[in-house]
């Protein structure tokens, strides 16, 4: 058991959960998830694997073994991609596995293009699995994430429900297709499994690159911000389409490869040894490994298939346990129980230690070194409630005390042409903007324009739909009436489509990104979009590195605007309620917004934090930005406010400068309420 | 004609066993808002107690207990398992989000599996029925009274079922439990006893759906997952949460399997059910029927 060893030494860093706080702002330009050392590792780990072959394995059995062991790395590392990373809960990943072995298989048997080399029949696999993928996710871009589980069961049902039946293209005679061309390279037949194990390693070393070249690249960033919380991600301009689906599409195409390995390997493939028992077995592979590291799959692999060989009496000249269970009238060895053991074990890792294996490990070097221990917690336990209460005391008291150095400038607006005329241009025009929830106007056919340079307050008594005005006007609920950018249509129900367009918002109760650091959530609202995507990832390094560290920067120096960037390599679950506030305004400054939507930024803050905010707010105003923003607080909205505009049940009553708009009656009896005998005397 | 009768039989008796399997899970979803991935499991156990007690070589030596008294006692040591099982996997997490219950039953399917095929093996086995062998003879079509009693049984338990949430007292503190657990108890709802009640009539539905299931063909350790994805489909078609529409989506998921697929693409018919379920998902997630979404908190 030498191999897994190695990988519980994995760098935290690579894991954005777990990143150690050391980022204390001099390493500006480096995003946390650039640092430590993951190609190291991944090299010390191949290594491992390759003198364990080499001295540590004996007989075709154990090679074997090892050989299965890989398979499931590879196909889990694709789930951990899938689930781990992107949080789609996907059944599908053992048939997709079936789909790359059986396309593979097909395509070697007829020689397609005239050649039936097994390199050319996984490359048709990877493109068969990629479509197939993508047109089932495609199809399922609007499920919940239980239909979307569902659908996947469906989808299996399907696919290897077409495999038994559909023999010309199975090839198979009765359930068992034989006769699939083992593998060879340069006419050297890999076909024993010391020489299948090569194909193994090499697959497996491609896989974890991969996902080190994801994670140190925006893909890994934005899915887990689409994972989290993908309305968040969508109106901060991250294409979460995209990146739900990239990712279910490479997870999945990655098992279509290893699928492929392992029918060319075996020579043979039936449906069934693709059934929903593998799909569990990949759910309890990397929940047991853990669920939020690349090192997860492999050791959740390595403890899915060398204990249960253990308990049935040694593994890999390991002497095991060796003793019979009597059970049932029958004599049982103790691997006998192994679904037994892995079904109590799912339940056991998910209630008592979430972060799995991995996370073991890591708390126990953190308490071999004596560092502080790392958060307990994973996406998958704080989604499902597991996590303890966040602490709600600052990591560091000392956040506003460094006030900003000199102002910097933000981009100066699109409209250069009209600063002769200051608050006169509307910038976002809304026009009769309706909402209904079931029975109930929400927003009642308001109108509000938003002009140039200025702060409009957006003020009404509870339940008056202020917030649900912005939450219209930014598209993350359904909305029907018009809204113009800079007099041109945007529409309406669609988040994302206002970011493009320069507006940014912030939410009532701040939405960070609990599994990110500060600077990382900054870094998402980026308005540079360049070499975001996988291609560029994997094909173009130095390129994306360079374009991540400027981004880098950029989200410093708005994390030192609002006086963070000391807490720049936290993770944002450490901050403070009003800590997140800021860090909220930093990404909203860092999307260099021409026009920003604010939903109660004073909320929760004391006086001299507001006193604060109202500088920021200057000097966003100053920079060109026009400003929307609710409130509750009266004087804030007056100290801060070229003009207000008072809703109140879904309909706009006033709008004018502060001080006429409080003095008008129908603002003063929404908000005290009309005294029904005075107003039938008048 | 006849054959076309055959075929209406035929998707007619597994529509109503998706739609008996899904009722059986929709009792607990209503009940606590958890959708047990277990329920297929169960199908399959109650299947082999079936066997295990009407079959000479089976319980404790006492051989035979005859088939009807074998099925009802089938069905009484399920709902005592269905209350274990609540009292298990579900009872030490109330109040933790629902999907933690989820994997959770999602394990207690693996350990009820895995419990089946050491108890009882992986070879296929068969369950007697009192109609076996006998076919009904309807326009020179032959049914088998098998298929009928799954139609007429599930019918009846289908009815019972929406009249037991509809018009007893026991259905209303049901769905007010599922509304807002606590507010229920402060109304002096008893909540533990419903939620282990509403488990036990699950499990108890889930060995009815295995008895009947089982004298159709052979009884393996997949027998009930393969069904609840059916349940699923029949579930996902009706709206996900209306018992009434639970029926509909099975007969829809029976009729597209057998009467479309007996005539179209007959070798895949066993995918029809999923490919509709999948463009549901897709084109209608609030269900074919439904205005608004049934779905809540899933």
Not at chain 1, 289 to 308: K, N, T
Not at chain 1, 328 to 339: I, K, S, T, W
Not at chain 2, 11 to 40: D, M, R, S
């Amino acid at each position: 058991m030498s191999t897994p060893r190695t990988t519980l030494d994995k760098p935290r860093a690579t894991s954005p959960a777990a990143i150690s706080p050391d980022g204390s702002g001099d390493e500006r330009s480096r995003p946390p998830a650039m640092r430590g050392q993951p190609y190291l590792w991944l090299l010390v780990f191949l290594l491992g694997i390759a003198l364990f072959r080499q001295y540590g394995v004996s007989g075709f059995g154990d090679t074997d073994l090892v050989n299965t062991w890989l398979f499931y790395c590879v196909i889990v590392v694709g789930f951990y991609l899938v689930f781990g990373v992107s949080g789609q809960f996907a059944f599908s990943q053992a048939v997709f596995a079936a789909v790359g072995a059986y396309t593979s298989a097909w395509a070697t048997r007829i020689a397609l293009f005239g050649v039936d080399s097994f390199w050319m029949g996984v490359l048709v696999a990877i493109v068969v699995t990629a479509i197939v993928a993508a047109a089932f996710a495609f199809l399922m871009r609007r499920a919940s994430h239980f239909y979307f589980a569902i659908a996947t069961l469906g989808l299996s049902e399907i696919i290897l429900e077409v495999l038994r039946k559909w023999t010309a293209f199975s090839g198979a005679s009765g359930d068992t297709t034989a006769g699939i061309r083992h593998i060879s390279l340069f006419g050297y037949p890999l076909d024993n499994p010391y020489r299948i194990f090569w194909v193994w390693f090499g697959a497996l070393a491609l896989v974890l690159l991969l996902t080190i070249f994801l994670a140190r690249s925006p893909v890994q960033r934005e899915a887990i911000a689409t994972r989290d919380h993908d309305m968040v991600a969508s109106t901060l301009g991250v294409p979460i389409l995209r990146s739900r689906i990239t990712m279910f599409v490479l997870g999945s195409t990655i098992a279509g490869v290893g699928g492929a390995i392992f029918a060319h390997s075996k020579g043979f493939a039936t449906p069934d040894s693709f059934g929903i028992d593998l799909g569990l077995g990949i759910f309890v592979m990397l929940i047991l490994g853990g669920i939020d590291s690349r090192w997860g799959p492999i050791v959740g692999a390595a403890f899915y298939v060398f204990v249960p060989q253990w308990l049935q009496g040694g593994v890999l000249g390991i002497p095991g346990v060796d003793f019979t269970v009597n059970a049932f009238g029958q004599e049982h060895r103790l691997g006998d129980f192994r679904d037994l053991f892995f079904g109590a074990l799912l339940v056991i890792v998910m209630i008592a230690f979430p972060e799995g294996l991995v996370g073991i490990g890591r708390r126990l070097r953190s308490l071999v070194l004596g560092r502080a221990h790392p958060a307990r917690r994973t996406w998958l336990s704080d989604f499902l409630g597991l996590t303890p209460k966040r602490p709600r005391a600052a990591a560091d008291g000392t956040y506003g005390r460094e006030t900003a150095t000199a102002p910097r400038p933000v981009k100066a607006g699109a409209g250069d042409g009209t600063e002769g005329h200051p608050a006169s241009f509307p910038v976002l025009e809304a026009d009769d903007i309706r909402v209904q929830f079931g029975g109930v106007r929400a927003v009642d056919g308001a109108s509000l324009s938003v002009r140039e340079h200025e702060i409009l307050g957006l003020v009404g008594p509870n339940g008056s739909g202020k917030t649900t005005f912005l939450n219209a006007l930014s598209g993350v609920i359904p909305a029907s009436g018009s809204l113009r950018v800079r007099g041109s249509p945007v529409q309406l129900g669609r988040a994302g489509r206002v970011r493009p367009l320069g507006i940014v918002r912030t939410y009532q109760s701040p939405q960070t990104y609990e599994h990110l650091t500060c600077i990382e959530d900054v870094m998402l609202s980026t308005a540079d979009r360049t070499l975001t995507g996988i291609t560029p990832a994997c094909l173009a390094r130095p390129a994306v590195v360079r374009r991540d560290r400027g981004r880098c920067e950029a989200a410093a120096q708005a994390l030192d605007r609002v006086g963070l960037i000391r807490l720049a390599g936290e993770p944002t679950a450490r901050l403070s309620y009003g800590q997140r506030r800021l860090l909220e305004l930093a990404r909203a400054i860092n999307a260099q917004p021409d026009i920003l939507l604010l939903d109660e930024p004073s909320a929760g803050l004391d006086s001299s934090e507001t006193e604060e905010l109202i500088a920021h707010l200057r000097r966003l105003q100053d920079d060109g930005v026009s400003i929307l923003l609710v409130d509750h607080k009266l004087d804030f909205i007056t100290s801060l406010c070229d003009r207000v505009a008072v809703l109140e049940l879904g309909q706009l009553v006033a709008v004018g400068p502060a001080g006429t708009v409080f003095e008008d009656h129908r603002v003063v009896d929404a908000y005290l309420g009309v005294d029904e005998e005075a107003a039938s005397r008048a | 004609m006849s054959n076309l009768i055959a075929l209406l039989a035929s998707g007619l008796a597994v529509g109503a066993i998706a739609a008996l399997a899904a009722v059986g899970f929709l009792l607990i979803y209503k009940a606590t808002g958890v959708v047990n991935f277990a329920q297929g499991d169960l199908i399959t156990l109650g299947a082999y107690i079936a066997i295990w007690l009407t079959q000479k070589d089976g319980a404790f030596g006492i051989g035979a207990l005859g088939l009807v008294p074998g099925y009802i006692v089938t069905i009484l040591i399920m709902f005592l398992i269905g209350v274990g099982l609540e009292r298990v996997a579900y009872a030490p997490l109330r109040g933790r989000s629902i999907h933690v219950i989820v994997i959770t039953t999602l394990g207690a399917a693996l350990v009820l599996r895995a419990f089946i095929g050491l108890w009882q093996g992986t070879t296929p086995r068969y369950l007697d029925s009192p109609v076996r062998g006998d076919v009904l003879k309807i326009a020179g079509a032959n049914i088998s009274y098998q298929r009928v009693l799954v139609i007429i049984v599930s019918a009846i338990v289908v009815v019972a079922t929406i009249l037991l949430f509809q018009f007893t007292q026991f259905g209303r503190q049901l769905r007010a439990t599922a509304a807002d657990r606590d507010t229920a108890k402060l109304c002096g709802v008893p909540v533990n006893w419903l939620s282990m009640l509403a488990f036990g009539l699950s499990a108890a539905l889930a060995g009815l759906a295995g008895i009947l299931l089982g004298p159709l063909g052979s009884i393996d350790l997949t027998l009930g997952f393969n069904f609840m994805i059916l349940g699923f489909a029949a579930a996902v078609l009706g709206g996900f949460g209306s018992i009434g529409g639970v029926v509909v989506g099975g007969l829809a998921i029976g009729l597209v399997q057998y009467v479309f697929g007996g005539y179209v693409l007959r070798d895949y018919n066993a995918i029809f059910p999923f490919v509709l379920m999948i463009l549901v998902i897709a084109l209608r997630p609030q269900g074919l029927f439904a205005r608004g979404s049934a779905l809540r908190r899933l």
